[in-house]
């Protein structure tokens, strides 16, 4: 989440990499820039902390002079099930320690805006990606958790891990599904641990008691947190062994 949220991955990612035994890392990065999207120096920021791969969701939009980039790169996705004439991609893959792992970025239709249908998508992409490894990463981008679970369960035993991505909210249910499948409904956010999910409070407060929209910005001051999920992943079949979650408070 904003500048705060970038300056925990240089300080922290490189030694939550090493302390794991963390052979690639991918990041949801939509409010990477000032809490509102992308742009390229913020991207490079992050690939430079350490991270390998950047998904995104609905925010990946709001900074227009970024769109283009999405089809010059191939380490950053859009939602899949955005319209296919947006610029982008929605899957992709990236070399971990040598192993090809897969991407699939999808949104949720739950109190979001409208897409195609992530489960009919996701689906599809998966069935490519499976052509070029066993290991394949999915993040649902999605405000509902009965949404994110239902793709979890519609894709256990074809994808290493789902996570869920948007609410900022670390939740704890980290599991393995039958299929092989490691899931956990949200994995959280990194930046600001005040204000209200990494945005000042005053501005958020003002919205709710007077229903008048008011400018949001990112909580500067205070302390932060690094929120993560580990993955365990057996290489050979792409089944999921363990995973653990991280949650640092406190952080200066």
Known sequence: ??????????????????????????????NAAAGFGLTVQTAEEMFAAGV????????????????GALDETDRILRPANYPPNLPGRGAGTF???????????????????PVD????????????????????VVDVHAEATSEKMALGRFLDGSVSLVYGTHTHVQTSDEQIFPGGTAYLTDVGMT????GVI??????????????????FAVQKTGTRQFCAAVATIDVATGRALDIKRTFLRGLA
Request: aromatic share 6%; hydrophobic share 40%; glycine share 10%.
């Open 1 to 30: 989440m904003g500048a705060p949220g970038r300056e925990v991955l240089k300080k922290h990612l490189a030694l939550a990499r090493e302390q794991h035994h963390v052979d690639g890392v991918i990041a949801n990065g939509e």
């Open 52 to 67: 390998d791969f950047i998904t995104s969701g609905n925010h990946i939009w709001d900074k227009r002079e970024f769109r």
């Open 95 to 113: 070399k971990a320690n040598g192993v090809t792992v897969g991407v699939v970025n999808l949104m949720g239709r739950v109190f979001m805006p």
């Open 117 to 136: 249908d992530p489960f009919r998508v996701g689906r599809s992409l998966v069935d490519d990606l499976r052509m070029l490894t066993p290991i394949i």
């Open 191 to 194: 930046g600001p641990s005040e």
């Open 198 to 215: 990494g945005m000042e409070s005053a501005a958020v407060l003002e919205r709710f008691t007077s229903a008048v929209s008011e400018r």
